[in-house]
């Protein structure tokens, strides 16, 4: 188990943890484990089941997917503050990319039945964090819609029709807003 300190200092780096008093993130730290990597040993492999996700605590991963021709190509790095596989927490299928620790590293590690625990005990808590891994996976989902439609030349912006010249113009929509993973990582490395 982490020093409670060191959870609740990065808990209190993202925003969507601040509704959750001190006592509510202490509890926290019952439903995860430590687990230490030495560079070059693997987190997990593409294709293994998935039963948990990791928060990058200190250290450097990397992300790596397994070409057709089993060739595999590095397509991330990740950074402390990251958080790594969670979409295990919410499907039982197979991992989708193999995450190797480039650096010595440490992670907090929350399976998925100790996340099904913590809605049973602390169903606050549990709330929280699936939002977040909720919001996270529908960043992504959307960001991968835009990559394909781009890649197919298809024009996904919204269509619509000139307004009538008695109403305002249309207000420009707000700047995408980075993922609560992207937002506590930025928090945790500013605070290192």
């Known amino acids: 188990?982490?020093?409670?300190?060191?959870?609740?200092?990065?808990?209190?780096?993202?925003?969507?943890?601040?509704?959750?008093?001190?006592?509510?993130?202490?509890?926290?730290?019952?439903?995860?484990?430590?687990?230490?990597?030495?560079?070059?040993?693997?987190?997990?492999?593409?294709?293994?089941?998935?039963?948990?996700?990791?928060?990058?605590?200190d250290g450097e991963v990397a992300v790596f997917l397994r070409t057709p021709s089993g060739e595999h190509l590095r397509v991330g790095q990740l950074m402390p503050g990251d958080v790594i596989g969670e979409?295990?927490?919410?499907?039982?299928?197979?991992?989708?990319?193999?995450?190797?620790?480039?650096?010595?590293?440490r992670t907090l590690e929350l399976t998925r039945d100790e996340l099904d625990r913590m809605a049973r005990e602390i169903p606050r808590?549990?709330?929280v964090l699936l939002g977040v891994i909720i919001q996270e996976l529908t960043l992504r989902?959307?960001?991968?819609?835009?990559?394909?439609?781009?890649?197919?030349?298809?024009?996904?912006?919204?269509?619509?029709?000139?307004?009538?010249?008695?109403?305002?113009?249309p207000r420009s929509p707000p700047p995408p807003r980075p993922s609560a993973w992207q937002r506590l990582a930025e928090r945790f490395r500013g605070a290192q």
């Not at 200092?9 to 030495?38: G, P």
């Not at 979409?87 to 590293?105: E, F, H, K, N, Y």
């Not at 989902?141 to 919204?158: C, H, K, M, Q, T």
């Open 1 to 57: 188990m982490i020093p409670t300190p060191e959870v609740r200092s990065l808990f209190r780096r993202a925003s969507e943890f601040d509704l959750l008093c001190d006592d509510e993130v202490d509890a926290f730290t019952l439903f995860v484990r430590e687990r230490r990597l030495q560079p070059g040993e693997l987190l997990f492999q593409q294709g293994e089941p998935g039963a948990s996700l990791f928060v990058l605590l």
């Open 87 to 105: 979409q295990s927490c919410l499907d039982p299928g197979p991992r989708s990319a193999t995450v190797t620790a480039i650096t010595a590293a």
């Open 141 to 169: 989902l959307r960001a991968v819609d835009r990559r394909i439609n781009a890649e197919i030349g298809v024009d996904d912006s919204p269509r619509s029709t000139p307004p009538p010249r008695s109403t305002p113009p």
């Open 125 to 127: 808590v549990a709330s």
